[in-house]
């Protein structure tokens, strides 16, 4: 079995600035790609911004600028680093991880249980 489980949300001021953290335990060969995802309430869940193992990365054009995604290859562990925050960014951060548990297994997606971002002064 595979666990995600982030870290580091909370409520924070405008213009504030927060650190999410993920970390991947159990059973892992490969991860290829990790991902944070947001969902705010009444919206679909989006992709806010993406590493893969090559260490590309992407991010959604409302966060490019402000949010800085990096990987811990050897901890399996991932970061985002979000600066000058907005009330829009207020949502639920999901982790999201795309693995491989064996050699022999095939790709799968995880995810995380959630963090609460909260932006308001």
């Known amino acids: 079995q595979v666990q995600l489980v982030e870290s580091g949300g909370g409520l924070v001021q405008p213009g504030g600035s927060l650190r999410l953290s993920c970390a991947a335990s159990?059973?892992?060969?490969?991860?290829?790609?990790m991902n944070w995802y947001r969902q705010a309430p009444g919206k679909q869940r989006e992709l806010v911004a993406g590493?893969?193992?090559?260490?590309?990365?992407n991010y959604a054009d409302s966060v490019k600028g402000r949010f800085t995604i990096s990987r811990d290859n050897a901890e399996n562990t991932m970061y985002l680093q979000m600066n000058t925050l907005k009330p829009e960014d207020t949502a639920v951060y999901y982790c999201?991880?795309?693995?491989?548990?064996?050699?022999?297994?095939?790709?799968?997606?995880?995810w995380g249980q959630g963090t609460q971002v909260t932006v308001s002064s």
């Open positions: 159990g059973s892992i060969f490969r991860i290829y790609s």
């Open positions: 590493i893969g193992n090559n260490e590309i990365t």
């Open positions: 999201n991880a795309v693995l491989s548990g064996s050699r022999y297994d095939i790709t799968r997606n995880y």
